[in-house]
């Protein structure tokens, strides 16, 4: 029905940044929330950035300032970009969709970030 798929993971230095990219194929739904999180071993998955159907954001006080979520919609693409990278950004980042006033609850594969010198 609806397939998430996660690029743009990898390997940077300390200070360094990435852009992820979230690709997204099947069904369109009108009022949904795009966002992205990340698990780090032995921790909980926690929210990082969402954005809505209308453009509104919302970033998690770790990486605000250093993160910007956009979309493009005609290309169904959500970026997660990623600045000022630091080895407690490692972790393996998700793509997700929910669909407001439903239970339609989507994921991706996840692509691994990591941060090391």
């Known amino acids: 029905q609806v397939q998430l798929v996660e690029t743009g993971g990898g390997l940077v230095q300390p200070g360094g940044s990435l852009r992820l990219s979230c690709e997204k194929s099947g069904r369109a739904f009108k009022f949904h929330i795009m966002a992205w999180y990340r698990q780090a071993p032995g921790k909980q998955r926690e929210l990082v950035a969402s954005i809505t159907n209308d453009g509104s954001t919302n970033y998690a006080d770790s990486v605000q300032g250093r993160f910007t979520i956009s979309r493009d919609n005609a290309k169904g693409t959500t970026y997660l970009q990623m600045n000022s990278l630091q080895p407690e950004d490692a972790a393996v980042y998700y793509c997700?969709?929910?669909?407001?006033?439903?239970?339609?609850?989507?994921w991706g594969q996840g692509t691994q970030v990591t941060v090391s010198s």
């Open positions: 997700n969709l929910k669909v407001l006033n439903t239970t339609y609850n989507y």
